[in-house]
């Protein structure tokens, strides 16, 4: 015990373990430098440095090397190589060298045993500098992944003590204690990986022994994190939306639809398909499996769809999917023309059929839409038809004014639809309209009025000439007929004067005419055409007999008697120019052929007497003489001026006498003639009767015909004819005896055939006019007449 306490005291901690007969132990720590003392050996073992020294005392170890050695001098074990516990005894303890001293002389042999101790000289150590860990993403928690464990060389509390790991986000590190005594370490998954979040995690495991100071070694572990398809592609828009035109090109492009996916690689990886089950769909766009462009890959057409709605999937290689949908608008551009479809058309309507009749009813479709379908129609302008729309499409023609086929038989309607768009489409349609024909107008004649000359004398069944009426309508509506109307011409049935064919309205004579009995007439002609009912209109026909020269003129005075006694008594006294009588003749004729000029014919005295040429005067053209014979006879031709002319011859006894009683004496031999005085006496009265008749009618007329036409002056020059007012050269016979006034007219006839004489002859209200027709240039032939409506009368009261 002793012994244990010396070492004690000795500064460097050796122990002596065990100190028994030949046997004695230290103990050391490792690592003790080169000659530091173990012990001294031969203090323990009770020898003395002589005998040590005799002894040739040496240490034994075999073949090992000799860490301790003995000096002995002083009886010391020594360090002789630095000695590390770990090399020599690794993990055994207590870790021991044992040495034999060996003496000789005598021989003794003492065992050492050198226990050498722990010091913590070596930290835990890890064998790689890294560790790889490549663990999936979808490892579960609690998963385990055994470490390398660290390995210290000391022992003891020097040895490896704990681990610990950093971070601790997704790992814990278990220590596991093995049935062996071994620990096993392992880093324990808490919780779940994320490649999309952190694909790559590092961490540090750190190994700390129980030393003191304490040491540790690190290690650090990558933990690669492998990807698992655990993220299918998304789509960045739910629903994606283009426009196309329609009728765009093939290959045009849509849109570009895209997915993202977190994964990496092949579970990364997208690609698109278009998910429509519709065939028409199908073909019509196309994805680019890989871009997700969308493209045009047939024709679209408005019209048979505006809208699109396809489903887009998009795939990573793992089999995830997304999908979206991409809404295709079709815009419309105006490539349809209107379509016009006649639904029923009449094909001809009534001429008074009423405004508002629908005549066409039309369907105007157009296949665009919005303003490129907006339909306008139109038709021809100033058409008398307009276009409703009942309904939408639906187009009716109606007629809008009153229609006319005598105006318009046929109406081409081109109805021209057009529709709104830019440009505008239009299409047309011709529809063929017949006006049927309604009996609505009258036959009209040529004139307003007819005149025709006919020469007297003419022969029955002559052919005067023709009226004509015209018909607007048509076919049967204007088949025209002419009918004279009745009336009397001098209280006689004009059918006995005229008649009229029916069918080409030639007028004829039905007898023969008399220009001093009738010097004309006027008859109705009427025009009717077959209509039901029919329609008809009338005209005035006016035939002007003309007169031919078919009657002598006719003496009224003096009166011709069988016997004649009467004498006219010229003064013997008389001067040059002393009226004897007036030779007064009428001629029934009328115009050129009553035109009368006196001549004398025969006389007792030519020299003594003269006849006017156109009075009838009879005049002395010298002075009576007692010479001259009492009893003077005259012979007066009266002559007209008609082709061939006719004339009458007149007698006159002249007395030349101062008395009446000598005038007897001379005459007595015209006694015989007594009884021809009574008759020549009435003669005479009824002459005197007639010519003063005359005249007081004649006064009366002409007063009437001038206030008549005064009246009338205005109208004449309101008509818009060419109007010549046209003032007959008066023959008035102003003579001292006054004998009758007589006016003279002209009457122009202008003939264009010798048998049909066509007379522009027009008193208008007493007024003599001439109305020149432009269309009449025939050559005039001039009748001269005496005109007034006295004439009949006059005539009248000379048959
Ligand atoms: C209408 O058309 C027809 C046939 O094209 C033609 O014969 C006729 O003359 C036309 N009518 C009018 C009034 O244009
Ligand atoms: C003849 O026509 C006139 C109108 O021009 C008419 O007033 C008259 O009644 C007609 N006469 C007959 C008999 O039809």
Redesign the pocket.
């Known amino acids: 015990m002793s012994v244990v306490v010396m070492w004690y005291s000795v500064l460097f901690s050796f122990i002596l373990l065990h100190s028994a007969r030949g046997q004695v132990s230290y103990s050391i720590p490792e690592e003790m430098a080169k000659g530091s003392t173990v012990g001294n050996i031969a203090q323990d073992l009770g020898l003395d440095l002589q005998r040590l020294r005799l002894g040739k005392a040496r240490i034994y170890t075999g073949d090992s090397t000799e860490y301790i050695g003995l000096n002995k001098d002083t009886g010391l074990l020594l360090i002789k190589e630095k000695m590390d516990r770990e090399s020599l005894c690794a993990k055994t303890t207590p870790c021991a060298l044992h040495l034999q001293l060996i003496l000789e002389n005598p021989m003794e042999l003492y065992t050492i045993t050198v226990e050498i101790t722990d010091i913590n000289d070596n930290p835990p150590t890890f064998q790689k500098k890294r560790i790889h860990f490549e663990i999936s993403e979808s490892a579960v928690t609690g998963a385990r992944f055994m470490l390398e464990r660290a390995v210290d060389a000391d022992v003891g509390v020097n040895g490896l003590q704990s681990y610990s790991l950093k971070p601790t986000d997704n790992f814990v590190i278990e220590q596991q204690l093995k049935a062996s005594g071994d620990k096993n370490v392992e880093m324990v998954l808490q919780r779940p990986l994320d490649r999309e979040k952190k694909g790559v995690i590092t961490l540090l495991l750190t190994a700390t022994d129980g030393g003191d100071p304490q040491l540790s070694g690190t290690v650090q572990i990558h933990v690669t994190v492998l990807d698992v398809n655990d993220n299918a592609p998304v789509f960045t828009q739910k629903e994606y939306k283009a426009t196309l035109t329609e009728n765009a090109a093939k290959g045009t492009k849509l849109i570009t639809v895209s997915a993202t996916d977190a994964d990496e690689g092949s579970n990364g990886q997208v690609t698109y398909y278009i998910a429509s089950t519709e065939d028409i769909v199908q073909n019509m766009f196309i994805i680019d499996l890989h871009s997700g462009e969308v493209t045009l890959n047939g024709l679209v057409d408005f019209e048979r769809a505006n809208h699109y709605e396809l489903d887009i999937q998009a795939k990573d290689q793992g089999g995830l999917s997304d999908s979206c949908k991409l809404i295709i608008d079709v815009l419309d551009i105006n490539d349809n023309k209107p379509v016009i479809n006649v639904l029923s058309m009449s094909s001809s309507v009534s001429e008074d059929s009423t405004p508002g009749t629908v005549v066409a009813m039309m369907k105007v479709d157009d296949a665009d839409s919005g303003v490129n379908g907006q339909i306008h129609c139109i038709i021809n302008d100033n058409f008398p038809f307009a276009l409703t729309s009942p309904s939408s499409n639906f187009i009716s023609l109606r007629i809008e004014q009153q229609l006319d086929r005598e105006k318009?038989?046929?109406?081409?309607i081109s109805v021209t639809c057009s529709d709104q768009g830019v440009p505008a489409l239009s299409s047309s349609a011709?529809l063929?309209l017949q006006i049927s024909d309604v009996n609505d107008n009258a036959p009209v004649f040529e004139k307003t009025n007819y005149e025709a000359c006919v020469l007297e004398n003419n022969t029955p069944g002559l052919s005067i000439f023709s009226v004509k009426a015209s018909d607007a309508d048509w076919n049967q509506n204007a088949r025209v007929s002419y009918i004279l109307e009745d009336s009397t011409v001098n209280g006689v049935s004009v059918s006995s004067y005229v008649s009229v064919q029916p069918d080409s309205g030639l007028i004829t004579a039905m007898r023969s005419f008399d220009y001093e009995t009738l010097k004309h007439f006027h008859f109705r002609v009427k025009a009717q055409d077959g209509g039901s009912p029919p329609l008809s209109s009338n005209v005035t026909v006016k035939i002007t007999v003309q007169d031919q020269n078919d009657n002598a003129p006719q003496v009224l005075y003096p009166v011709q008697t069988g016997g004649s006694v009467v004498a006219e008594i010229v003064p013997r006294a008389a001067d040059v120019g002393y009226l004897v009588t007036k030779v007064v003749a009428v001629d029934v004729d009328s115009g050129q052929n009553a035109w009368l000029s006196y001549k004398l014919q025969k006389a007792t005295d030519r020299a003594l007497f003269e006849v006017g040429l156109q009075n009838g005067e009879i005049r002395t053209v010298r002075q009576v003489t007692d010479k001259d014979a009492v009893k003077q006879k005259l012979t007066v031709v009266v002559e007209d001026n008609g082709q061939p002319s006719r004339s009458a011859v007149v007698s006159i006894n002249v007395a030349v006498a101062d008395s009446f009683p000598e005038v007897l004496s001379e005459f007595t031999d015209f006694t015989h003639e007594k009884q021809y005085n009574d008759n020549l006496t009435f003669y005479l009265v009824l002459a005197l009767a007639a010519v003063s008749f005359l005249f007081i009618t004649c006064v009366v007329v002409i007063i009437s015909v001038k206030i008549y036409r005064w009246r009338q002056s205005r109208f004449l020059y309101q008509s818009n004819l060419p109007v010549i007012p046209y003032y007959p050269p008066h023959y008035a016979d102003t003579g001292v005896t006054g004998t009758l006034p007589h006016g003279y007219n002209y009457e122009v006839c202008m003939t264009t055939d010798s048998r049909k004489s066509d007379c522009k002859f027009s008193t208008l209200g007493g007024q003599n006019v001439l109305v020149v027709d432009p269309s009449f240039t025939e050559t005039m032939q001039h009748t001269i007449k005496k005109n007034n409506d006295l004439e009949g009368e006059y005539s009248t009261s000379n048959i």
């Open positions: 318009d038989a046929e109406y081409n011709s063929s």
